[in-house]
């Protein structure tokens, strides 16, 4: 196998690996442990994904070894917000890129 090629599948397992660690802390969040639609799932891997890319332009990865790397995967934390459409709780309803909240008024959402 060329040196490009082991990079690249290197790369891949590394890239895995972050997105299975994140991925099993969001799910196991979550009260019932899964996505409540595919907008919540996209949402998600959306947000591990913009965190991955940070992560390795940051340089921060580059001088680890492999097990300093995983250490890092292990806990890098990613704020992910809270979907609670379909759990029959009172939400705030808030704008997650501004940090506001939108309008005054709790809303009650039905449970499916």
Not at 5 to 29: C, P, V, W
């Amino acid at each position: 196998m060329d040196k490009d090629r082991e990079t690249k599948n290197h790369f891949s397992d590394e890239t895995r690996q972050f997105f299975s660690i994140q991925m099993a802390r969001y799910l196991g969040s979550c009260p019932s442990h899964r996505f409540s639609g595919r907008p919540e799932q996209d949402a998600v891997q959306a947000m591990i994904k913009d965190a991955w890319v940070e992560l390795r332009s940051s340089g921060i990865l580059d001088a680890l070894s492999r097990e300093g790397r995983e250490a890092v995967y292990l806990t890098t934390i990613i704020c992910f917000p809270t979907f609670i459409a379909d759990t029959g709780l009172r939400c705030i309803p808030v704008d997650f890129i501004s940090g506001c909240r939108i309008g005054t008024q709790i809303l009650a959402i039905p449970s499916r």
